[in-house]
């Protein structure tokens, strides 16, 4: 019953009340162009949701690989000024990937 109610369902974002759709590449590239010139985007992977602890060694981590920045609980940060996080609360944190910055070429 569940896959059939899965099937015939539409999935709605809890964060928009939006419907959600796939989209492709080219959708998703027309949608940053019609932004104005200059607006900045982050492209962020999630890394982890609602969980107690510090992570001190998945930020070093990350360094090691390479990478420079982290959003922790809604704040950007350079992984070597992270605060020390509280082990008794539930953190989200994200690895910034890359940022983008849009440029309208002719």
């Not at 928009?16 to 492709?24: F, K, N, R, V, Y």
């Not at 019609?34 to 949701?49: D, K, N, Q, T, V």
């Not at 060694?57 to 000024?81: H, M, N, P, S, W």
């Amino acid at each position: 019953m569940r896959l059939l109610w899965a099937r015939i369902g539409v999935p709605y974002s809890p964060a928009t009340g939006l419907p959600i759709t796939s989209q492709t590449v080219s959708e998703m590239v027309d949608r940053l162009m019609a932004e104005p010139e200059g607006a900045r985007f982050y492209l962020l992977a999630p890394m982890i949701r609602a969980r107690k602890g510090e992570y001190r060694k998945e930020f070093a981590e990350l360094q090691k690989k390479g990478f420079q920045r982290v959003k922790v609980d809604g704040t950007y940060y350079e992984i070597a000024d992270v605060p020390a996080l509280n082990k008794k609360l539930k953190h989200d944190i994200d690895v910034v990937v890359d940022r983008i910055i849009i440029k309208k070429v002719i």
